[in-house]
């Protein structure tokens, strides 16, 4: 298992870095599982959704799982309302406090 960790803003200006990172680990080391670690993310927007839900079908196509762990309350939130919990193997985790 590698895990990538992420702080900061995810948005338009940084999203392509988060997933630009992932693409690396998958080529670089092609582990079967990748965990994001998002404790360290003050912002994810839609940009920011979309290299995560990229990035996860990225490592698909090459048999890795990837999961997000540790988001913040926002985080958990907004992949929550957008129906991503499940995906990223969130769904089974009670919501951060």
Known sequence: MTRVIA???IDMSTAGQLHEGVLGVLRRQRPSRIEV???GVTFLDAAGIGALVMSRAAAARVGCRLTVVNPRPMG?????VV???EAFGLATLPPPS
């Open 76 to 80: 958990y939130r907004l992949l929550q």
């Open 7 to 9: 702080c900061g803003e």
């Open 83 to 85: 129906g991503l919990l």
């Open 37 to 39: 670690d998002l404790a």
